[in-house]
Every structure is written in structure tokens, then in C-alpha cells.
DNA sequence: AATGAATGAGGCTTCATTCAT
DNA sequence: TATGAATGAAGCCTCATTCAT
């Protein structure tokens, strides 16, 4: 009898796959990169520290898919739901969701967000998540602009731009600030801003 | 050990001080802070390993004081420029002169830019550097928020809030896209846009 | 399960035992015995790693039958070739082909070469490896001996010994030197001294 | 008071060298290179791990000083004792004593050359350690040539490489065989063939 | 105050071997 | 018979930290 078929097979290892980068992502966003050794992310998935390296080349290569995993993933899942969302609502309306939903993300992401920020910051050395970065804003920039073009906003580049660094920056302030960061206020007001 | 002897001696050790911060602030900066050893910071500053242990406790200890030492001072130096060209300057040319200082900033000192934000996303458990990181915004807020009094802004609180994440953010941006990203014309829409 | 599938069932496992021992010589005469993982033979012979265990006990059980089945059966061709030819030559003209036949093998076989005398020289602590090299190293004395006895050459015993001893010192500073080695002078050199 | 005089470290310092390179050839030889780890050579030398990569790169970089100091050392005493030898003694005796002395090494400091040979074939990735044993052969040749000509054989470039492999060879031999090798009648006739 | 040799814990990675299927 | 996922020991190496001088 031949091993278990190819097909259970290759099923169970995109399991096994998926459960590593998650416990990767899990660790990683807790306590960055440099302070979870491998040896954490094995425990915590309850399996042998070799088995990582039957999946992932090396630990960078394991960073480098977490985020290609989740990152992309992410940024993709907001804009299909604002997508779905784009026939019941008025242009306007769907830039006033845009970015709420990515207000939502802020708070229940928010160890992934800052991942992916901390990550950015240091990674003039690790070229492949530099790539994933470059292409998740690219990504995300040219989402935004259509938005703006549909609300024949001027200088739509640009502005996009600008949006999705705004984004970030308050982000990263209510990552430091914490409670003492109004986020809905801050919210409101700039979803006003963008909408008027 | 004249009184005389002891001023002197204060003196040095300031100045050995401050010399490993500034050693240290170069390497974290520009390798990281994980990447870069101590031994490393020795070398560079052309004494030992064990002094540096003479005059900080331990290599978060290091870190911390220069983020203290490099961080508030910059944030201050930036603010006090503005107060200087205060007399001449019309409060709206104010608000555009400062915030080309931060763009200034965001170009010379962009490895220490990095290292702030990318200390700041990891730095949960280091409360230390929380607390440094807390002061400064706090401090950017204050300062952004009587920029915008004078222009007699309304909301001013929470619309320096905006801008401090805003300029955080095309920071971060930038630094992601490097190159790509038109920081002149980004520059002008955002001016534009506060000073209009 | 009649006894002919025994038969058949027994010639393919002999089959597939010569084809991992032939793939495991290649790759340890090419990188060595220590930096070939048996997951390296397994692919190349292209089975599993599984496998290999239901015919060899251990990497070491493997590196003793490679050498058990190619080493003895290298020199037992040499020699056969050389009787081949014996009855069209004179005694003397045997003795020169005999150590042509064996700077041929140095050059074509080198690696396999290389590895037998590596091999040698840290075999202390595995017995059976030992012993085939015993094994072949008393085969050559005999057959070298013998061609010696046909030449009424005095001392036959030590002259063998001499002559082995000095074929493999060759062989070791070829594989040092490389193409600073001038093989063909050499080898004119010994034929004539050996054959005068 | 700086610590202690430099010169008096620099002595230590050397001291301590010496102490690892002697303890990793111990080790090498005894057990060969991949058998032997770090571990246990600071274990051996009463040290931790650590110490070791104070003073040698690598595991490969050790080794390639443990070749270095020894090897080339080792050969170096040959010559020399030769050489003190050489006013006292006719040509040929010369060649005798050259030839005896090397017998002795080849009994007293068996493992050290066992260990050359086995890292002499296994060579071909760590140039280093290629091009240390190279300049060790090219040091032999010369050598041997020297007293060759003093003797005016004709041939010595070639002789003086066939009687180095010669002596390579029977080492090679002896150390496989062991007891059952009869090193004082091959050296006896070895020396005869020569000398005569 | 200053040095840097020394430590040793801990990190990443490899790989022979096992075993459920 | 055959597979290859899984294990875990062991290897090399780094580096914050200590301490005798």
C-alpha cells in the first residue's frame, strides 16, 4: 500500500503550513521578531522545532511568508468587503466605510498592524519583506485612489497617498498612545475631512 | 580630590556619556538595535566593552537613554526653529514653515525616525521607552495644538492629533517606498491642504 | 507467493540495494562522507528516506557496504584485466601495464580514490570499514607479489608492499597537487625504475 | 591603574592559543575533524565554547591554524634536524638519516599525519586548508631535490616528488595495517633502494 | 576609571532515524 | 514494500554580561 494519497497528503501539510505561520504571527506580533526564537513558535504550536524547517527555509523565510499570508490577505478582505458593499451606497458613503473598516481593523489586528509597521522600519536588509510591503501599498494606494476618482476627487494620487499614510500614522499613534488616544473622535473627524 | 577635581571629573564622565549615546544611537540607527552588539558600540566609540557597563546598566538601559536623550531633544530643537522664526512669519507661514522642518527631519534623520517608530511598535514590554515615547508625542501635540490656536482652528486638540499622525505617517510611507514615493509633491498637497 | 515471486521479489531487491549503493558512493566520492545526508542519496536515487533504512541499518551500515561492494570490486578488475592481457605479453610488459591500469583508475576513479583513503585514516573507531580496506590492501600485496614472482624479482613480499604503498603516494599527491602534478613523467618515471 | 601590561596579555594571549590549537589537534586527529565538535575541544582544554571564537573565526579557521602551526612546523623540524646533521655525514648518509627521521615521525606523530591525509582528500571546499598543504608539499619536494642533487641523481625534480609520495604511500599503509605491517624492513629496504 | 578575556545561555539550523499510514 | 512527516539531539556560533587586573 502506497502512503497515504497524494491528494490527504498535500491537504494535511497546508494544514500543518497554516498552523505554523499563524502561531508564527501570533508570537512575532507579540513579541516582535528578534525576541521569539523558533524554538517558541514550536512550542506554542505544540510541534518539534525541526518540523519548522521541514516547512520554511529558514526563520526570515517563515516572516517573510507570515506576512505574504496575513498581510496581503488582509488589506485584500477589507477592500472586497467595501466592494460588496459599493452598490447600496453612495460614493461618498463608501469612502466614509473605507475607512472605518480599516478603523476595525486597527483595534482587532492591531498586533499584526504593528508587525507590519516595526517590520517595515528594519527591513532595509531583508529585501523579500520589503517586496511584500512595497506590493501591500502599491496595493493599497491604487484601491484608494479609485475611490477618490469615483468621487471625482482632484489630484487623486496624490491624495491617496496621503490617506493611506494617515492611516498609518494614526495607527501608530493609537498604538503608543493607547487609552489615552480618543480614536473615535479622532475617527470622526477625519472620516469628515475626507467626506466634505 | 579638591571640589575643583570633582566638577571636573562630572564633566568627563558627562562627556563619555554622552559620547556612548551617541555611538550607540549611530548603530542602533542604522543596524538595529537587535543587529547591533555591544561590542560594536565600543569599537565605534574606541573604548571597552566594560565601560559601557560603567555607565548603563545593560544594553536596554543604553537604548532607552539614547532614545531619552536623542528623541526629546530633536522634537524640541525642531519646535524651538519655529519659535525663533516666529516674529517674521505670519501664523499661517508658520504652520508651513514647521511643518517643512519635519519634512527637513524626516530626510536628514531618517534612520532615527526609524528606530523611534520601529522601537515604538515593539515596545509593549519595555516601559521605559513607552513612557519616552509618550512624553515626545505629547509634547508634538502641545506644540502643533498652539500652532493651530493662533490660526484659530477649531478642534485644534484633535486636529494636531491628525497632523502629528499624519506626519508619522508619510514618514512611515516613505521610508517603505523610498524612492517611489514623490515627497515634494506630497509635501505641497499636505501644506496645502493645513494652510488652507 | 509461489516460490518464482520469491525469486523475482528477491532480484529486485537486490537491484534497488545496488542502486542505493551505487547512488551513496557517487555522492559521498563527490562531497564526502559527512556532508552527504541520506535524504541527499534518497533523492538522487529517487526514493524515499524510509526506504534506505529497510536495507542498510544506518548511514555507517551504508558507507561499510559501498565500500565493501565497489572498493574490493574495483581492484579485482584491475587485476582481471591484467590477466586478460597476460598471455600476449612478457612478464616485464605485465608489470607495466599492471601500474598503467592503475594511474588509468587514479584518474577516472578519483573520487572514489579519494574517499577510500579518508576513509582509511579516521577509520579507527569503525571496525568493518577497517577490515575491508585490510582485505583489499592484502588482495593488492598478492596480485602485485605474484606479477613480482613472475619477474624472479627478490624480496617479492616487501617490493610488493613498496610498490602498493607508492601508487596510493602518488594517487595522494595528485589529488593534492591537481594539475601541478606532472602524473605522466611521474608515472614513465616509476614504470622505468620498477621495470629496469 | 590600566589593566594588565599589554605586553604580558599579548603573552597570555599566545599562551592561550597555543593551548587550543595543541588541544583541537589532539582532538582532530584522535577522532577526526567532523567527529569532533567545539564542545569538545574547549571540554578538553578546560574552557568554555565561547572562549574558542575569542580567538579563531570559525571551527574551519581553527582547523586551518592547528594545520598551519603543526604541520608546517613539524616538517620544518625534519629539515632542520637533517640539516644540523649535514656536516658530519656523507651524501648518501644523508639521504639514510632524511629518510629514517621522517620513519620516526611517521611513528611518533602518527595521528597528525593521519590527519593531514584524511583532510588532504577531503579538501576540495576549504581552499585554506588546500593551500597550506600545498605550500607543506612544495616545502617537501624541495627539500628532497636538494639532497638528491648534493647526491647527483639525475631526474631529482621528479625523483625527489616520487620519493615524497613514496613515504606518504608507506604511512598510508602502516597506518591501515597496523601491527601487521613490517615498518623497519620496508624502511630497511626502502632506504637500501634508494641510497644504492 | 578602564580593559578585554572569559563565560554560558540561548539562537538557528541540520540530519540520522522512526513510525503511522 | 514504500513514503515522508515528524522528532530531537547535537552542532556551530553570537553576544550580553562579569570580573580579575
Chains 1, 2, 3, 4 share one sequence.
Not at 51 to 62: A, G, T
Not at 162 to 170: P, T
Amino acid at each position: 500500500m502506497s502512503p497515504r494519497t497524494k491528494q490527504v497528503n498535500e491537504q494535511l501539510k497546508q494544514k500543518r503550513r497554516n498552523q505554523i505561520i499563524l502561531t508564527a504571527l501570533e508570537n512575532f506580533a507579540h513579541r516582535g521578531y528578534h525576541r521569539t526564537s523558533i524554538n517558541d513558535i514550536a512550542k506554542a504550536a505544540g510541534i518539534s522545532k525541526g518540523l519548522i524547517y521541514n516547512y520554511f527555509e529558514s526563520k526570515e523565510d517563515l516572516l517573510i511568508n507570515v506576512l505574504k499570508f496575513v498581510l496581503l490577505q488582509a488589506v485584500d478582505t477589507i477592500f472586497k468587503s467595501i466592494d460588496k458593499k459599493s452598490k447600496t451606497l453612495t460614493p461618498l458613503e463608501m469612502m466614509a466605510y473605507g475607512i472605518g473598516r480599516f478603523f476595525d481593523v486597527m483595534q482587532k489586528e492591531a498586533d499584526l498592524w504593528k508587525l507590519s509597521i516595526s517590520l517595515a522600519m528594519q527591513v532595509a536588509d531583508i529585501p523579500n519583506i520589503h517586496q511584500v510591503l512595497v506590493q501591500m501599498f502599491d496595493m493599497v494606494y491604487l484601491q484608494i485612489e479609485q475611490l477618490l476618482k469615483v468621487n471625482e476627487v482632484p489630484d487623486a494620487s496624490v491624495k491617496a497617498r496621503l490617506i493611506a499614510a494617515q492611516l498609518d500614522g494614526i495607527a501608530l499613534h493609537y498604538f503608543v498612545m493607547g487609552n489615552n488616544y480618543d480614536l473615535e473622535t479622532i475617527k470622526r473627524v477625519f472620516i469628515n475631512e475626507i467626506t466634505s
